[in-house]
């Protein structure tokens, strides 16, 4: 059982992937982080003597630290946060626990380069609809929650990423794009190397429903109707975006805990006291 202040990375688990993902601190040394440069989800690496600096950017925020083994270097960072008002809590274990129960990490090294601000910029054509809303939503759930996404003008997606920092995705001849018959999405959990059984369940759907391969998964008319659908509610891609991601947040919590439940009503023959069986049809 974790200790008071820690957090076992059973507990952690559950909230990867999810919007209550704490902020997450790699305080490993490099001589640590070269040995192993995978990180937990959505992680920000910072050397364990700067961490107050940061401190600002905490206020009202939930925070996790680790470093190698959850000893002396996650300690005693989490209790300087805790004196400064910020609820932080140590992975119990540190990375090598993490590591130890198969729990899905991000390989470090092959993350894009932040802008001179410190945000991971990406870019991408504009009137996103499948690939273009999942992958920003797998970048802010599993690599970056700050990352900055620009929406342009085909014909610009790489003059702007140029300029600005930024990294281009889906289109065609960039890195982050489709392959043979995978799409962004499946690329971008290939080159940031996670493995997690939910994950894979949604990309199975996002990549039937991008590439009309509809016999792939029975979800992805759904989402294929549910993607055009906000894609004509929104005029701004970024309204848009922030719609989209409550879908796949749901779509993912179903891969993750809910695919076994079903739906139904009458539940049985004899419907609820005082309503007929015909209004059940709004269940």
Known sequence: MAAPYEISPTQLLRLVGTPDMP???????DEDFAADPRTVPTARRISFDRVEEIIPSLVG??????????RKISQGAAAILRASDIPAEV??????????????MISATKLPQPDR?????????????????ACPWLIRRFIAPDALFLFVPPADVELVAERFQGTPF?????RFSHRDKFCSFDTMISEFGLSDPALDHVATIVRAADTNRHELAPEAPGLLAVMLGL????????????????????LYRWARDATDEGHDWPASSTPPRGRSKTEGSEA
Do not use: N
Not at 118 to 133: F, L, Q, Y
Not at 170 to 174: A, C, K, R, Y
Not at 238 to 245: C, K, T, V
């Open 23 to 29: 902020v997450t601190l790699d305080l490993r040394i």
């Open 61 to 70: 925020k939930r925070v996790v630290v680790y470093c190698q083994k959850g």
């Open 91 to 104: 992975l119990e274990g540190g990375q090598f626990a993490w590591r130890d129960v198969g729990a899905p």
């Open 117 to 133: 601000l410190g945000r991971m910029v990406w870019v991408t054509r504009h009137r996103p609809k499948i690939d273009r809303i």
């Open 170 to 174: 889906d289109i065609e001849g960039v």
């Open 231 to 250: 894609s004509r509610m929104y005029r701004d891609d970024l309204a848009q975006l922030e719609a989209g991601m409550a879908v796949y947040d749901a």
